[in-house]
């Protein structure tokens, strides 16, 4: 039984919730159960079957993700908008859903738990803080995946391969468990994996992953594209280091809050047509893909809508000494006799200020962010001297209505060097993360990445207006480049990473990055379809079958393991052109000597061995004569693999070992749109042979056959105006 078709019916179910409650009748043409039973009417709806099925053979990660929304509207509801019928209705899903997990072993929840299940032991936790009752809190506690959650108990990295927003809400929900009494674990596993993630997973902007994923601590370098930062993950990023910070306040952490919320919250919503960025591209000459209004209501909508209504949630925060002012939003406060408004242009101006308009005896803590050298602060128009605790500027006295405090913070110029690769930095003024300006997004872009060449990168920049953190490039190649903020290029192609070179250096390698660079492009706009086998969003919109394949991780990477075995077969379909295919298989170099076999539409195409060099990296081979005939809607059959590329017309080669297929357009034939509505369903199966064992396949292609010289395709320049890429219809494909 597969019951992720409801995550579908995520937003539907979610409306006619809230307007239910809300205005106590439904607003949809669907009828609903009254309100005390419609608890129980939700929960056969989603998981009617879940309890008469084998735990081991269950997907459910959309159902139950759909039933954690519900719940979370439900709670919200009950809380803040003092609905009565909210708590029924909350109550009648969760004892549905304990209900059954009570009735499991702890086997068979850790097999439920490999799904992505969102904040579940979160919002079993939220429903024990509201009713008391302790049914729910050890139902939160029963939701722990041991796989995950246990190496970062033990402050043990192991993240590599795993999918990124599948274990925040995990530790958010550890993090909530504590709170209410949990043990030392819970506060361990919460607290180490955001300091890891913060400090050695996160870009720039301070958001995480690539492709949904983890890959190995501090090696980034090599994972800059146009699907890094899921939106999701920092949003849930920023809702763990709040817990974190309420056990502990430390002005660091909201140095990385503010990181996250002024270069990516702000970049992931186009302000003009109030669409939503599912992830957030770092690599040169990207451009943002906005949702839409109908046809892509992605998990990333939804946390976006939540993000820009919390921008005020974490400004002002307190203990019995003092009150915490965190982030420097225009804002006004009236809590508890405390009066106060917060102005000022920040961050385009160093200066903000805080006005008191009834006494106060707590002190104020103003943040002092790491990257300002020299704060000052100004009360009532003299600089005063203030005492530092914890980055704080502490200013304890008795307040008085009309006092004015001005903090100023002097935003400078920095570099920020990838770890595993200080050749290739970004670069921050202040609290903004800056980026360089390509163009406009409606056109293409063809130049090649630019690379600073010169003694520093720091000194390769030149101020053009320091106010409004727009910088140049003189010395860039191939030419000059605008540095610019980069959360504000919602219209526009970027570069946030730059290659760096010595001229000597630049001198040696020039020919080599800059043939590197071309061939990486040339692939790219040759791209009409891609999936990434081992993700649940590609998978789910390639229409992924399998019979038994594990999910794997090589070199930081995800991907599937299929066994040997009778019968034993993965595929999908993929959008093709017409015309000739060639595969590309591009495998971990240790497998040697395996065998399987690939077919079309049911029928052998190819019996494969593997000849490889035994090393510990991925490498490629290519199959020339899988198909020679045009393809229309085929399903194709393949074996044991991680990573496939689908193509009709190049020899490049993409190194990453989670599945990935493209079809890409035959460099020497004229485009043909209608090409793009046809289907390869392909199929992979181990042959019978003395060679038993496992097959780890990290990537297959499908080109076409074309003139092919150095990597490039000769005759692309006159086509390129057709080569643009081509997606499926979520942002995970």
């Known amino acids: 039984m597969n019951l992720e078709i409801y995550v579908h019916h995520h937003y539907l179910l979610f409306q006619e919730l809230v307007l239910f409650l809300w205005y106590g009748r439904p607003?949809?043409?669907?009828?609903?159960?009254?309100?005390?039973?419609?608890?129980?009417?939700?929960?056969?709806?989603?998981?009617?079957?879940?309890?008469?099925?084998?735990?081991?053979?269950?997907?459910?990660?959309?159902?139950?993700?759909?039933?954690?929304?519900?719940?979370?509207?439900?709670?919200?509801?009950?809380?803040?908008?003092?609905?009565?019928?909210?708590?029924?209705?909350?109550?009648?899903?969760?004892?549905?859903?304990?209900?059954?997990?009570?009735?499991?072993?702890?086997?068979?929840?850790?097999?439920?738990?490999?799904?992505?299940?969102?904040?579940?032991?979160?919002?079993?936790?939220?429903?024990?803080?509201?009713?008391?009752?302790?049914?729910?809190?050890?139902?939160?506690?029963?939701?722990?995946?041991?796989?995950?959650?246990?190496?970062?108990?033990?402050?043990?990295?192991?993240?590599?391969?795993?999918?990124?927003?599948?274990?925040?809400?995990?530790?958010?929900?550890?993090?909530?468990?504590?709170e209410l009494g949990g043990g030392e674990k819970d506060h361990v596993a919460a607290r180490f994996f955001r300091d890891v993630v913060a400090r050695h997973h996160s870009y720039v902007i301070g958001g995480n992953s690539e492709a949904e994923h983890f890959g190995p601590p501090d090696q980034l370098s090599k994972a800059i594209t146009e699907r890094t930062c899921e939106h999701c993950n920092s949003y849930n990023m920023l809702k763990l280091t709040r817990h974190q910070y309420g056990w502990a306040p430390d002005a660091a952490l909201f140095d990385f809050y503010e990181r996250i919320h002024l270069n990516h919250v702000l970049a992931s919503q186009n302000p003009d047509s109030g669409m939503f960025a599912y992830f957030m591209p770092l690599s040169a000459g990207a451009k943002r893909t906005w949702s839409t209004p109908h046809d892509s209501f992605w998990c990333c909508v939804g946390s976006g809508l939540e993000s820009h209504a919390k921008h005020g949630d974490s400004i002002y925060w307190h203990d019995d000494a003092a009150l915490y002012v965190n982030l420097f939003i225009a804002s006004a406060l009236d809590w508890e006799g405390a009066k106060l408004s917060l102005s000022g242009d920040y961050p385009f101006s160093d200066t903000v200020t805080i006005e008191v308009n009834a006494p106060m005896d707590r002190a104020l803590a103003l943040r002092l962010p790491?990257?300002?050298?020299?704060?000052?602060?100004?009360?009532?128009?003299?600089?005063?001297?203030?005492?530092?605790?914890?980055?704080?500027?502490?200013?304890?006295?008795?307040?008085?209505?009309?006092?004015?405090?001005?903090?100023?913070?002097?935003?400078?110029?920095?570099?920020?060097?990838?770890?595993?690769?200080?050749?290739?930095?970004?670069?921050?003024?202040?609290?903004?993360?800056?980026?360089?300006?390509?163009?406009?997004?409606?056109?293409?872009?063809?130049?090649?990445?630019?690379?600073?060449?010169?003694?520093?990168?720091?000194?390769?920049?030149?101020?053009?207006?320091?106010?409004?953190?727009?910088?140049?490039?003189?010395?860039?190649?191939?030419?000059?480049?605008?540095?610019?903020?980069?959360?504000?290029?919602?219209?526009?192609?970027?570069?946030?990473?730059?290659?760096?070179?010595?001229?000597?250096?630049?001198?040696?390698?020039?020919?080599?990055?800059i043939a590197d660079q071309r061939a990486q492009q040339a692939l790219k706009k040759r791209t009409v379809d891609q999936i990434d086998i081992g993700e649940q969003q590609p998978e789910r919109d390639h229409d992924f079958a399998l019979n038994h394949a594990d999910l794997q991780s090589w070199a930081g990477k995800s991907g599937r393991l299929l066994p040997w075995g009778r019968g034993n077969f993965i595929e999908f379909t993929l959008a093709v052109r017409p015309g000739p295919m060639v595969l590309r298989a591009l495998y971990w170099g240790e497998e040697v000597n395996k065998d399987f076999v690939i077919l079309g539409g049911g029928q052998a195409a190819m019996d494969v061995t593997t000849t490889n060099t035994r090393q510990g990296k991925f490498e490629a081979r290519f199959y020339h004569k899988v198909f020679e005939e045009e393809i229309g809607r085929v399903r194709g059959h393949f074996g044991p693999l991680s990573k496939l590329l689908f193509?009709?017309?190049?020899?490049?080669?993409?190194?990453?070992?989670?599945?990935?297929?493209?079809?890409?357009?035959?460099?020497?034939?004229?485009?043909?749109?209608?090409?793009?509505?046809?289907?390869?369903?392909?199929?992979?199966?181990?042959?019978?042979?003395?060679?038993?064992?496992?097959?780890?396949?990290?990537?297959?292609?499908?080109?076409?056959?074309?003139?092919?010289?150095?990597?490039?395709?000769?005759?692309?320049?006159?086509?390129?105006?057709?080569?643009?890429?081509?997606?499926?219809?979520?942002p995970g494909a």
Not at 39 to 64: K, N
Not at 160 to 172: D, F, R, V, W, Y
Not at 420 to 440: C, E, K, M, N, S
Not at 688 to 699: E, F, K, T
Request: hydrophobic share 40%; with cysteine; aromatic share 8%.
């Open 27 to 178: 607003r949809l043409q669907c009828r609903l159960a009254d309100p005390p039973s419609l608890g129980h009417r939700y929960g056969l709806t989603i998981l009617r079957e879940l309890d008469q099925i084998t735990v081991s053979q269950c997907r459910v990660g959309g159902a139950v993700d759909t039933l954690v929304s519900l719940n979370r509207v439900a709670i919200t509801l009950d809380r803040m908008g003092e609905v009565e019928q909210a708590l029924p209705v909350m109550l009648g899903m969760a004892g549905y859903l304990a209900t059954i997990f009570e009735g499991l072993t702890d086997a068979q929840m850790q097999t439920l738990l490999k799904a992505e299940y969102g904040g579940l032991n979160e919002a079993y936790a939220e429903t024990y803080a509201l009713t008391g009752n302790s049914r729910w809190l050890r139902i939160a506690e029963k939701i722990y995946d041991h796989r995950v959650l246990d190496p970062l108990a033990g402050e043990q990295d192991k993240l590599a391969g795993l999918h990124a927003n599948t274990q925040i809400p995990k530790l958010i929900g550890l993090a909530r468990i504590y």
């Open 370 to 513: 790491e990257w300002s050298n020299a704060p000052r602060i100004r009360v009532n128009g003299e600089t005063v001297r203030f005492q530092k605790r914890g980055g704080y500027a502490w200013l304890a006295r008795k307040w008085r209505a009309g006092d004015r405090v001005e903090l100023v913070l002097p935003m400078a110029l920095a570099v920020e060097p990838m770890a595993d690769d200080p050749g290739i930095v970004a670069f921050t003024h202040g609290p903004v993360v800056l980026a360089g300006d390509l163009g406009p997004d409606t056109d293409p872009w063809e130049s090649l990445p630019p690379a600073l060449v010169g003694a520093s990168p720091r000194e390769a920049v030149a101020p053009v207006d320091a106010a409004a953190h727009h910088f140049r490039l003189n010395e860039a190649k191939p030419q000059a480049v605008e540095l610019l903020p980069f959360f504000n290029r919602y219209d526009r192609r970027t570069a946030v990473y730059f290659p760096s070179f010595t001229p000597a250096r630049w001198e040696q390698e020039s020919a080599a990055f």
């Open 647 to 730: 193509l009709t017309n190049t020899f490049d080669t993409i190194l990453s070992s989670s599945i990935l297929i493209r079809t890409l357009r035959h460099c020497g034939s004229r485009p043909d749109r209608k090409g793009l509505r046809q289907r390869w369903r392909g199929r992979l199966r181990p042959r019978p042979s003395v060679r038993q064992g496992l097959l780890r396949l990290p990537a297959l292609l499908l080109h076409g056959q074309w003139p092919h010289q150095g990597g490039v395709c000769r005759g692309a320049d006159r086509h390129r105006q057709h080569a643009s890429w081509r997606g499926l219809r979520g």
